[in-house]
């Protein structure tokens, strides 16, 4: 069983249009965390959930709103895409707050046109 | 503020060679953990090791080593005898409390193993 999973794997879509990432994890963590990879390969974090409350918000535009229905899942919607938005975006998740080990997803590679 | 220095960006040797990745952070923290993940060219981040700042005690773990030194606030991670399937980009990895516990990445060292 994939720990935690995202869909798509990839998204290729038109300027403008609005898309959503979602995100499961099935290791029964407590928090959870959206990570923006660039095409130079840096990964920054957005931000961070902790049983469904928002607990990391970095510097991030108002078009991408996270929502976490449960603290098993925590999705990614993004609106009026943009040309800078491509990236691979990467869910995680870790036990707590604390400093324990963030386990990733497999990524979702958005591509915007 | 935390920081992650990988130095290194690209890294080539021939299979059975030894590498070398260093990792240089800065933290105001006085407990922290530092981490290590890699990235293979399937995209995937994969855990591999976690160190908290008390346990100065070098690991190894079958082909795979490294060695935190809380002076020159350093996690080197060596891979002994590359093999092929050793290709991919590294990432040394920073979380303290004063950050917010975020976890701070390395900009990553890119290693590739020829056959």
């Known amino acids: 069983d994939t720990a935690v999973s995202q869909t798509p794997k990839y998204l290729v879509t038109q300027m403008g249009n609005d898309k959503s990432i979602k995100c499961e994890q099935n290791?029964?963590?407590?928090?959870m965390y959206w990570y923006k990879q660039d095409s130079k390969k840096f990964l920054k974090i957005m931000f961070s959930?902790?049983?469904?409350?928002?607990?990391i918000n970095e510097t991030v535009p108002n078009r991408f709103s996270p929502k976490s229905p449960d603290k098993a899942h925590l999705n990614l919607h993004i609106n009026s895409l943009e040309l800078g938005d491509s990236a691979v975006y990467f869910c995680?998740?870790?036990?707590?707050?604390?400093?324990?080990?963030?386990?990733f997803g497999p990524g979702t590679r958005l591509l915007v046109l | 503020a935390q920081k992650v220095t990988q130095a290194q960006t690209e890294i080539s040797v021939v299979e059975k060679e030894d590498v070398t990745l260093d990792c240089v952070y800065e933290?105001?923290?006085?407990?922290?953990?530092l981490f290590w993940y890699k990235q293979p060219p399937s995209g995937e981040l994969v855990f591999l090791i976690r160190?908290?700042?008390?346990?100065?005690q070098n690991e190894i773990s079958g082909r795979y080593s490294w060695n935190f030194q809380k002076s020159t606030s350093s996690f080197n991670f060596t891979i002994t005898a590359s093999q092929v399937v050793d290709s991919a980009v590294y990432f040394c990895?920073?979380?303290?409390?004063?950050?917010?516990?975020?976890?701070?990445f390395g900009g990553g060292t890119r290693v590739l193993v020829k056959p």
């Open positions: 995680a998740s870790s036990p707590g707050t604390g400093v324990g080990t963030q386990y």
């Open positions: 290791l029964g963590h407590d928090t």
């Open positions: 959930y902790n049983n469904k409350e928002l607990i």
């Open positions: 933290t105001r923290d006085t407990t922290y953990y």
């Open positions: 160190r908290n700042s008390f346990d100065e």
């Open positions: 990895a920073l979380r303290g409390e004063a950050a917010g516990n975020k976890l701070t």
